[in-house]
């Protein structure tokens, strides 16, 4: 699928969070500026989260946000590999009741769980974005109307 803006990215991330339920775990993968925050922001928005709280935490790698269910939100884009404390940590939010959103997944993709969503997105355009979602072992449906 197409968004044509930021604010189509973010409603889009906003359908997603309100199918989203504890456990289920979001990977974002794209190019640098390709809107991986910006639908963080909105799936935590329609996880019941104020969007303007929502950052990206690429120093500390992972923030906390409480709304309707927990999410863990980590950002790996200053690592070179996903190891050591960083993949214990990875693997303690993966198994925590929360939902956990991870931005730069592509650095440890032998990390996820079995049951996982994929998002990849890439520039289309000028403000436009491609969206790509892979549902893996039996995810749900994420992008059904409301």
């Not at 929360?98 to 998002?119: C, D, N, Q, S």
């Amino acid at each position: 699928m197409i968004t044509d803006s930021s604010a189509g990215t973010a409603a889009l991330g906003r359908r997603i969070g309100r199918r989203l339920a504890s456990g289920d775990v979001v990977a974002l993968k794209g190019a640098l500026g390709s809107g991986k925050t910006t639908l963080a922001k909105g799936i935590a928005e329609g996880l019941g989260v104020d969007g303007a709280r929502v950052s990206s935490p690429t120093f500390t790698l992972v923030h906390e946000y409480e709304g309707r269910e927990k999410i863990f939100h980590m950002d790996w884009y200053r690592l070179k590999k996903v190891e050591g404390a960083d993949e214990e940590l990875a693997l303690e939010c993966f198994g925590r009741p929360a939902v956990t959103l991870v931005e730069w997944a592509e650095k440890a993709p032998g990390l996820f769980p079995e049951r996982h969503l994929e998002i990849c997105l890439s520039h289309a355009g000028p403000n436009k974005r491609k969206v790509l979602i892979k549902k893996h072992g039996g995810f749900q449906d994420v992008t059904a109307g409301d």
